[in-house]
């Protein structure tokens, strides 16, 4: 009896623990379902995640990525997305700078100081927007103690040169005809007036040999631009015997030595020349024969002064290797008092205003992608402070014209004959009555 109990008690045992074992695979079996249940449930709600189809990652999408953009939206957005960088250098240059004595007498001021704002006010926008500003600098600053004086020996206020810094010029060119015409001193006067303005580059005179052999370079966006300038003469005056290389004259050798130079050092040359024959409104043979010079030396941009009128823009080709050269033959006056009592005398108060425009081209050679001119007039107003002064011709009133004494002088001066005069020396680089023409290149 007491065997029978036994294994009867043994067998309810047994049977209880397979019943805790079943019990407890069942309860882990339906913890494992609902939390595959809840990892499903929870993929598939929208709380801002994405599966990426074909990978096992995951992006979080930003709120404002939300919304469907059209593809008549995204042509719209594309118009305004720049798709190339045209990066450029613009280089801007204006004629003599011929400061008649009374061009000088028009920047003194009742209380006895002197001023020539003036003499740029009315083209500080073309000044502004260019990189290289270059004004052709036909006298010299000697001091006021040597004496004011205009043809044929020149010399004026400092404060035109504070003027011409002030309006944002940044190149000066000194060699000229009139450079020697008060001697070392005035010279030496002009140089050391410049020092004052250490961002200013002064070219054509010098006071070293060394310094004439350094050639000027202005980089910006990546391109290397040099500076070069020379004059025909000195009016038959001499440099002094202690300075033989004090002004940049047009010399073969020391051309030829600057130009191999420059290239090794920059990426395009100009050069700034002062030649030609005076009131010519053509280019001479010896311009010519030069121009064909510095094309063989791979010249790319000359702009020239000092026939006092205005001359051509040509391009020269070189028939060996196709290389292309830009030539303003001559911008004419900025500012001129000529006043003769003459018919035609007008033409000199007629310049121009170069503009040209540099960019790298795909083969990465820098060249000029856009040329122009601005045609200007010098206002020569009676006596008085600012009656002398520079202005485009699309701006230039009758009532001006009327004003001044070239108008009394002169009859055949008068706002059409300028603008027939631009149409005859610029051709297609001139339309009566627009501000300029501007001329865009491909390459």
């Not at 990892?39 to 919304?67: C, F, H, M, Q």
């Not at 006021?144 to 400092?158: H, K, Q, V």
């Not at 009394?408 to 009566?432: H, M, Q, R, S």
Request: include cysteine; hydrophobic fraction near 40%.
């Amino acid at each position: 009896m007491d065997n029978r109990k036994r294994k009867k008690k043994k067998r309810k045992k047994q049977s209880n623990g397979i019943y805790k074992a079943i019990a407890a695979v069942v309860g882990v079996s339906m913890v494992a379902l609902i939390a595959l249940i809840a990892v499903y449930l929870i993929s598939n709600l929208d709380i801002g995640v994405k599966k990426v189809p074909g990978t096992i990652s995951e992006v979080r999408l930003l709120p404002s990525y939300e919304a469907v953009v059209t593809p008549s939206e995204w042509a719209s957005l594309e118009e305004f997305v720049p798709t190339e960088i045209n990066q450029s250098v613009k280089i801007m240059m204006i004629g003599d700078m011929l400061m008649h004595l009374n061009v000088t007498q028009s920047g003194f001021k009742d209380d006895g100081t002197k001023n020539y704002d003036h003499l740029f006010q009315r083209i500080l926008p073309d000044i502004q927007e260019a990189d290289i500003r270059i004004v052709n600098e036909e006298i010299v600053f000697a001091g006021e103690d040597m004496g004011f004086s205009g043809y044929p020996l020149f010399n004026t206020a400092e404060e035109v040169g504070d003027a011409e810094a002030a309006a944002g010029f940044n190149v000066i060119l000194h060699a000229t005809n009139h450079t020697m015409d008060k001697w070392k001193q005035g010279l030496m006067n002009t140089i050391n007036f410049w020092k004052k303005y250490p961002d200013i580059h002064v070219l054509g005179v010098n006071e070293t040999k060394e310094q004439q052999e350094t050639i000027t370079v202005f980089e910006k966006n990546g391109m290397k631009i040099a500076l070069l300038n020379y004059t025909y003469g000195l009016n038959g005056l001499q440099m002094p015997d202690d300075m033989p290389f004090a002004v940049n004259l047009i010399d073969a050798d020391l051309m030829d030595r600057n130009i191999k130079k420059a290239h090794e050092v920059a990426d395009f040359v100009v050069v700034l020349i002062h030649w030609g024959n005076e009131y010519q409104l053509y280019a001479s043979n010896d311009q010519k024969y030069w121009c064909n010079w510095f094309l063989e030396r791979d010249v790319d941009l000359i702009i020239g002064a000092h026939p006092h009128v205005i001359q051509p823009i040509e391009w020269y080709t070189d028939p060996k290797d196709g290389d292309e050269m830009l030539v303003y033959y001559s911008l004419g006056n900025y500012v001129t008092g000529t006043r003769a009592a003459r018919a035609g005398v007008y033409e000199q108060a007629v310049g121009g205003l170069a503009k040209v425009e540099l960019t790298r081209n795909s083969k990465g050679k820098v060249v000029i992608s856009k040329y122009g001119v601005e045609p200007l007039v010098a206002n020569i107003g009676r006596p008085g402070y600012g009656n002398i002064y520079t202005c485009p011709l699309s701006e230039y009133t009758d009532e001006e014209r009327r004003n001044t004494i070239l108008a009394g002088n002169d009859p055949t001066f008068t706002i059409e004959n300028c603008e027939k005069l631009c149409e005859k020396v610029w051709g297609d680089l001139y339309n009566a009555g627009e501000k300029e023409t501007i001329i865009t290149r491909e390459y």
